[in-house]
């Protein structure tokens, strides 16, 4: 079929021309724009960065209350470790030296019997057979090690004595009064400092705390990380 007439080979050139410009130079809007609208980019990340805050933020906050936890619960959850007799250990007549006195035992705290071992025992017992010195009742418990440790764990009492004959009947013989382990009221005194065993207490009370904080702290770093 023949082209039409009345359209020379230049009027054709001429007609095109203006499209083909168009397309090149990309100034048809619809065809060429095909990218999404930049705010939305924006927004995005404006999204992402408040949740990445929100995120920090909780994770600060986690922190911050484990901490503080720790920081109330230690002295709660710390245990005394008394050295029975102080430097003299356990030892005869111990009823006469007066040891308990103006001490606290609560549950969780432990006793350590230091004593040449055979040279005496420890041996738990009930309140009748302790009055007695009964060397042939029941016994709850018994030590020999010399280096002994009893662990206080229900309030109550608990009698002890050494089962060497005659010995607890010349008053190698311990009973302690056991509470449960509650924080002090803030107006009740402060129980007196024990003297010489001291320095074994607060290390156990020391060393039970920052343990229980350092295994808090980073559980929460697990937890928050
Ligand atoms: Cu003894």
């Not at 095109?16 to 397309?23: D, H």
């Not at 009947?169 to 107006?187: F, H, I, R, T």
Request: hydrophobic letters at 45%.
């Amino acid at each position: 079929m023949d082209p039409a007439p009345w359209l020379d080979d230049e009027t054709v050139h001429s007609s095109i021309a203006p499209c083909m410009a168009a397309c090149c130079c990309g100034s048809w809007p619809d065809l060429v724009e095909t990218r999404p609208p930049p705010q939305k980019h924006t927004a995005d990340r404006a999204r992402q960065q408040q949740l990445q805050e929100e995120a920090m933020a909780r994770r600060q906050a986690l922190l911050l209350a484990v901490v503080i936890a720790a920081a109330c619960l230690a002295p709660l959850a710390s245990a005394m470790e008394w050295m029975v007799g102080d430097d003299a250990g356990w030892r005869p007549q111990f009823n006469k030296t007066g040891w308990t006195n103006g001490k606290t035992f609560r549950v969780g705290d432990t006793l350590m019997f230091m004593y040449q071992p055979g040279a005496h025992t420890v041996i738990q017992v009930g309140k009748d057979d302790f009055i007695s010195c009964n060397l042939q009742g029941n016994q709850l418990g018994a030590w020999t090690s010399g280096n002994d440790v009893v662990h206080l764990d229900k309030p109550g009492k608990v009698w002890f004595f050494c089962s060497i004959p005659g010995h607890c009947d010349n008053g190698m013989k311990l009973v302690v009064d056991v509470q449960l382990d509650a924080a002090p009221s803030p107006d009740s005194p402060p129980p007196p400092a024990p003297k010489s065993s001291a320095p074994a207490a607060t290390a156990g009370r020391y060393t039970a705390a920052v343990a229980l904080a350092a295994g808090v702290v980073a559980s929460a770093l697990a937890l928050a990380l």
